[in-house]
């Protein structure tokens, strides 16, 4: 058989081809003759045709089948061999590969070879890629040879107990010995890996840190040698003597330092000698300067020097170099929060790198610190700025903009009417970024900032008529007009010219909203409930009658479901539209609000939580008159009893009444836990008209035993969550007849969280013949005794039956 | 530490790489697939660094080839353009005017002279002499035709 080709050839060969097929099929047929030539345990040419199949791995080919052979090169003599074995072991064998520790003989052997290099090719290969097994064989062996006097290989050693240590850390104890004279090294290839080996066993262990914080007094000797040192053409980059070293040092100084008071004194002149005398027309200095700001801010400097570093990075910031003022903003984010009038100092320059025109990195990182940067008193500036940076950002920042915006808006609007105005203003020019939960935030917002009800739903009506693609400025705009179309009507705003528009010209745009095809299924609802809500405020309910009828075939289950519902509000309960369309109450904020967070709903997007009037369309079957007020809805459907904001005592006592028996006539709209305004513990507390009080304190486990009804209670801690409690209801009926119609209701303090599952039946059989079973979730995660009101309806021979009872003597394990 | 070190060329053909990282032969693919998009993508005048899952990913030009280091949080960027640069410095040294043809033809060299400048993702050795050196030394190490028929492999 001929010589195989050299690796040259093949390489020139296949650079020859003009098409990807060409090369494969080139490629194809070298392989199959190094594959037959391994077959044939060729010693000669395993070396060259090894070497060839490196190359085409890099390519992108398979070399699997070249692994072994790897390995045969690594166990030959011939220096030729080795060099090519562990190469390949290094491309071919990572430790996935099955084969990778067979590598450890050799490996072994080598490490103990006579000659440097090849102990070298060991050290290089099990520091780059030896499996953890592998480490803990021959730690031993590495640590050998860390004592060794050859600096060439204490050197590799050191790099490669590193890998040790990173892979098997247990192990680093064994390499503290001989850490021991590391530093006194005059090579500089020593010193670095020495100086990377100490930190990484800092790093990992704060025994090991204590142990080694008497080596600064070493280290800044070092770092200062190597400053004062004169020109060694060796170690020389742009009149800087070995850079890489000095950084090194830093960032070890800098673990060493941290929180420790004298050892940031005893580095406090080499750094500030540093920091001052570091040449910064190249990069070279920059990446030491850098490294000097970084540990001088990590450590426990004084303040001069501190304000050093903040104007090195100032400085930074205004220099040509690109990457340089992309260091420097990376660096002043995490500076900013504990140094943050310093940073300010720098804040136009910041603002100015918005504009800069690297997109990606820099504009990120400045529009992060501008926010970080914002404050009462600069707010009006850097919000000009900030807005007109999202007009002109990349869509993928646009939203955290907008959100950025919100927040700082939120927490330092100078007056409402700013406040609304930038909202219009990101509504409008990112509305289509801004994150769903922003939605009912601001229409939270709107509600609370009562005076400015006209101005805003003016400006959103304008807003509309422009544009109606951004759905995120669509919903609000449509809630607006729902709440607030009086407003728009009545031409009442103070603030700015007042716009001339009547009731059709509304509809018209709520109708329009309606069969865009730009409007998410989202939008549409909203849309329709502000149509319907405009029926109290606006004159022309015919027409509002009409479009609510049509959409009750609509195709969309949501959009129909609602259409039918408020079609039933129409006909039969009429005279309850008044008031459960009415004006929303101001909402309070809870104290866990966040941007993030509004409240759970019943998986409905639309903030009927924010409306706590309205009972979750799903949840309105409207079938008796009591169940609309009642938040717990129907039989069938779970419910969450969601921890409302409360409500301010605007409204009398009946109103907060969840399950009293209220008179249907006024505005009597109960919202979900509501509480009165001095919050007592508990609901009803304090509220006389509760006729029908059943004050039964349930001895023992049976909450309720009346009339032939007894209810027993059973509890069970729900697993994943130790806060919610799992209560079982028992329903039995003693008496001759069945009960039918059974629906069990219950409320519970507002610090507790209920949900009510389905009941197994709502017929509980006479002469207790079956029960009817019904699950209930607590969430208590303020531990606090748990009390429960709870209300029974049934029908027991022809007649309905109803009542009302407290239980609160829930035995303690039931909340603990 | 570095996590892994690439080179290739402006039409995004791989002509070096070196992983520091355990990672299985699709994600290396993976890795290099998106860094060649990346920083092939990249328009002119912008930095030289950007953010790509959780590293810092350094790259600069030298005439053809683009070179390209995946660095964790802590690393100096602006060092490791440093290091960059000594590579490169390194191979025109040992190359004599090092192009992308010496590379292409004299990978392995490429890769022994990396093996005595880095190790295990750090700085092996900060002398500009003393890794040329070492590898010419260990290139004397290797057996002529002659010696190396001669020899018994094992």
């Known amino acids: ?816 | 530490m570095i996590n892994f070190l690439l080179l290739f060329s402006r039409q995004g053909k791989l002509r070096l790489q070196k992983w520091f990282t355990p990672l299985s032969e699709r994600e290396k693919k993976k890795v290099i697939r998106d860094m060649t998009m990346s920083v092939l993508a990249r328009p002119p005048r912008t930095s030289n660094f950007l953010q790509w899952r959780d590293l810092k990913i350094v790259y600069k030009r030298y005439a053809s080839l683009y070179f390209c280091v995946g660095l964790e949080e802590k690393d100096n960027e602006l060092l490791a353009l440093e290091m960059i640069h000594r590579y490169v410095e390194l191979l025109d040294k040992y190359f004599g005017n090092v192009c992308e043809l010496d590379i292409i033809f004299n990978f392995e060299k490429a890769y022994f002279i990396l093996d005595e400048f880095l190790m295990g993702g750090e700085i092996l050795e900060t002398s500009k002499f003393a890794v040329g050196g070492s590898v010419e030394e260990a290139d004397t190490l290797q057996e002529t035709m002659e010696e190396y028929m001669s020899k018994p492999a094992y």
């Open chain 1, 1 to 816: 058989m001929p010589a195989p080709i050299r690796l040259r050839e093949l390489i020139r060969t296949i650079r020859t081809a003009r098409t990807q097929a060409e090369e494969r099929e080139m490629i194809q047929k070298e392989c199959a003759a190094i594959r037959s030539s391994f077959r044939e345990e060729d010693n000669t040419y395993r070396c060259r045709n090894v070497a060839k199949l490196l190359y085409m791995h890099m390519l992108g080919y398979p070399a699997h089948f070249g692994q072994l052979e790897c390995l045969k090169l690594i166990a030959s003599q011939k220096f030729t061999d080795k060099r090519i074995g562990y190469l390949g072991a290094m491309l071919l064998l990572d430790e996935r590969q099955d084969v990778h520790l067979l590598m450890t003989n050799c490996i072994k052997n080598d490490l103990n070879h006579s000659t440097q290099y090849v102990q070298g090719l060991a050290l290089c290969t099990l520091g780059c890629m030896g499996s953890s097994e592998m480490c803990r064989d021959l730690a031993g062996e590495v640590e050998k040879l860390l004592k060794t006097s050859n600096s060439y290989l204490r050197k590799k050693a050191a790099l490669c107990a590193v890998h040790v240590i990173r892979k098997v850390p247990e192990l680093m104890e064994m390499f503290l010995p001989a850490t021991k004279n590391l530093l006194s090294e005059k090579n500089h290839g020593v010193l670095h890996t020495s100086v990377v080996l100490l930190t990484e066993m800092c790093e990992r262990s704060p025994d090991m840190l204590a142990h080694f914080r008497k080596l600064v007094p070493q280290l800044v000797r070092i770092l200062k040698n190597l400053i004062m040192s004169g020109y060694s053409p060796e170690h020389d980059v742009s009149g800087i003597s070995d850079p890489f070293l000095q950084v090194r040092i830093l960032r070890l100084l800098r673990i060493l330092g941290k929180g420790d008071d004298d050892s940031s004194e005893a580095m406090n002149d080499i750094l500030a000698q540093v920091a001052t005398n570091t040449e910064t027309s190249k990069n070279v200095g920059n990446a030491i300067l850098y490294e000097t700001v970084l540990t001088i801010m990590d450590i426990k400097s004084e303040s001069g020097l501190r304000v050093l570093a903040i104007n090195i990075l100032g400085r930074f910031l205004l220099n040509n170099d690109k990457n340089i003022r992309y260091v420097a903003l990376t660096s002043l984010l995490k500076t900013v929060q504990t140094d943050h009038n310093a940073v300010q100092r720098h804040r136009s320059t910041i603002v100015d790198c918005l504009k800069d025109l690297d997109v990606s990195i820099k504009r990120l990182r400045a529009m992060e610190l501008s926010f970080a940067l914002v404050n009462g008193n600069n707010i009006r500036g850097m919000m000009k700025e900030l807005l007109y940076f999202l007009d002109s950002c990349d869509p993928e920042f646009k939203a955290d903009c907008a959100s950025g915006v919100f927040l700082a808006a939120e927490k330092y609007a100078p007056s409402k009417r700013w406040h609304i105005d930038t909202i219009m203003r990101v509504l409008t020019t990112a509305g289509s970024y801004v994150r769903d939960d922003s939605v009912p935030n601001l229409i939270q917002l709107i509600t609370n900032s009562v005076e400015m009800h006209a101005y805003t739903v003016q400006r959103l009506y304008k807003a509309l008529l422009d544009d109606i693609s951004q759905q995120p400025l669509v919903q609000v705009a449509s809630w607006c007009i729902g709440e607030y179309g009086d407003l728009l009507l009545s031409g009442q705003c103070e603030e700015e010219e007042p716009i001339q528009v009547t009731e059709d010209e509304v509809l018209d745009v709520l109708e329009g909203l309606l069969v865009s095809n730009l409007s998410t299924p989202v939008t549409r609802g909203y849309s329709l409930t502000a149509i319907m809500k405009l029926s109290t405020r606006f004159s022309s309910v015919n027409r509002i009658k009409k479009v609510v009828s049509i959409y009750g075939s609509s195709i969309d289950v949501e959009l129909q479901q609602r259409a039918v519902e408020y079609n039933a509000l129409f006909k039969k309960y009429d005279h309850m539209r008044p008031a459960l369309l009415e004006r929303m109450p101001i909402m309070e904020k809870t104290a866990s609000n966040g941007p993030t967070e509004i409240v759970q709903t019943n998986g409905e997007t639309e903030p009927s939580v924010v409306e706590p009037k309205h009972p979750p369309p799903v949840n309105q079957p409207a079938s008796q008159g009591n169940d609309l007020l009642d938040l717990l809805g129907g039989n069938d459907v779970p419910v969450i009893q969601t921890t409302m904001p409360t409500k301010p005592a605007s409204a009398g006592g009946e109103l907060l009444d969840l399950l009293g028996d209220l008179s249907l006539g006024g505005p009597a709209p109960a919202p979900a836990p509501p509480a009165p305004a001095s919050q007592p513990p508990f609901l009803l507390d304090g509220l006389s008209s509760q006729p029908l009080f059943n004050d039964i304190a349930a001895a023992g486990e049976a909450a309720y035993n009346k009339n032939g009804l007894k209810i027993d209670f059973t509890f069970e801690r729900a697993n994943p969550n130790p806060n919610v409690a799992v209560i079982t209801i028992h329903a039995s009926n003693s008496t001759e007849a069945d009960m039918t119609d059974f629906v069990f209701q219950a409320a519970v303090p507002k610090t507790f969280q209920l949900q009510l599952l389905s009941p197994s039946s709502n017929v509980v059989p006479a002469l207790n013949q079956g029960t009817v079973t019904q699950v209930i979730r607590v969430l208590n995660q303020q531990k606090q005794q748990l009390r429960m009101r709870i209300k029974l309806t049934y029908t027991h021979k022809g007649s309905a039956v109803q009542d009302l009872a407290e239980v609160n003597n829930f035995p303690p394990q039931s909340w603990q």
